[in-house]
């Protein structure tokens, strides 16, 4: 298949705001259409900063086989197989939860492993994750009982993230963490040197694809580094101008070039 005269058997895609458009769940049509490319030759990846277990639930019937770029990169799993994971040092995760959980207004949640925690006494909160997310999030009392390693943390507010904040996260944390806006009033927090650019290219040495092969779609500035390792990548409309700067094309519907492109392909 060829777009913009480059040669393109990968297709990487964002959920949230790129591929979802403004719903939660994915067209079941879109699967079709995904399970067409791929019987076509054209594979597809899905990268979100959505966890693991959502993200299969979201693509059945077409998970098995399919790689899943997790947590903002942090995590790939493909059926059901951990392919690479980077991990938030335990210590630096609890200054950062600390650091967190004294910002009044906001609201947060850690994910451990392919779990996704909250603190139980959140109720209003949890009532909205359950409502968006499947399966429902984990609760704890404290985020001290979170065991298993941590690959994101994630502060949340409801209005947008406001600058004088995510000015001082910057400041503080910087240089130990990386942390992106990823649209919606959430701002992600992962290892340093962690993102869905760092994943896909361990993800494509390790299935052996050529990202120069490779188109992407996003809409936020968590997947600007995934547009850096295709060879062509769409922002979406939506974005904001500094994610469409990054990208080579500006994109309306994925779904629709979904449809073009199966039209396409031979």
């Given at each position: 298949m060829h777009i913009q005269g480059k040669k393109i058997t990968t297709i990487i895609s964002d959920l949230d705001g790129t591929l979802l458009g403004d719903k939660k769940d994915l067209n079941p049509a879109l699967l079709s259409v995904i399970g067409e490319l791929e019987r076509k030759g054209v594979s597809f990846v899905a990268a979100s900063g959505r966890q693991y277990k959502n993200m299969r639930l979201m693509f059945e019937p077409l998970a098995k086989g399919l790689p899943f770029i997790c947590e903002n990169g942090s995590l790939v799993v493909k059926d059901d197989k951990t392919l690479y994971r980077r991990c938030i040092p335990r210590e630096l995760a609890f200054e950062l939860i600390a650091d967190m959980m004294a910002v009044p207004g906001a609201e947060m949640i850690v994910s451990s492993d392919r779990e996704l925690y909250a603190l139980a006494y959140k109720e209003d909160f949890i009532r909205q994750m359950?409502?968006?997310?499947?399966?429902?999030?984990?609760?704890?009392?404290?985020?001290?009982?979170?065991?298993?390693?941590?690959?994101?943390?994630?502060?949340?507010?409801?209005?947008?993230?406001?600058?004088?904040?995510?000015?001082?996260?910057?400041?503080?944390?910087?240089?130990?963490?990386?942390?992106?806006?990823?649209?919606?009033?959430?701002?992600?927090?992962?290892?340093?040197?962690?993102?869905?650019?760092?994943?896909?290219?361990?993800?494509?040495?390790?299935?052996?694809?050529?990202?120069?092969?490779?188109?992407?779609?996003?809409?936020?500035?968590?997947?600007?580094?995934?547009?850096?390792?295709?060879?062509?990548?769409?922002?979406?409309e939506t974005s904001r101008p500094h994610v469409k700067a990054q990208a080579d094309a500006v994109c309306g519907n994925v779904g629709d070039m979904l449809y073009g492109f199966l039209a396409d392909a031979v």
């Open positions: 359950n409502a968006f997310l499947k399966p429902e999030v984990l609760t704890v009392a404290d985020f001290g009982e979170v065991t298993g390693e941590i690959n994101k943390v994630s502060i949340w507010w409801p209005q947008g993230i406001p600058q004088k904040e995510e000015a001082w996260f910057h400041e503080k944390y910087d240089g130990r963490l990386l942390a992106t806006d990823s649209g919606n009033g959430w701002l992600d927090f992962t290892r340093e040197g962690v993102n869905k650019g760092a994943a896909l290219r361990e993800l494509a040495r390790m299935e052996g694809f050529s990202l120069d092969e490779a188109l992407c779609f996003g809409d936020s500035e968590n997947d600007i580094p995934m547009f850096r390792e295709c060879a062509l990548s769409f922002a979406m």
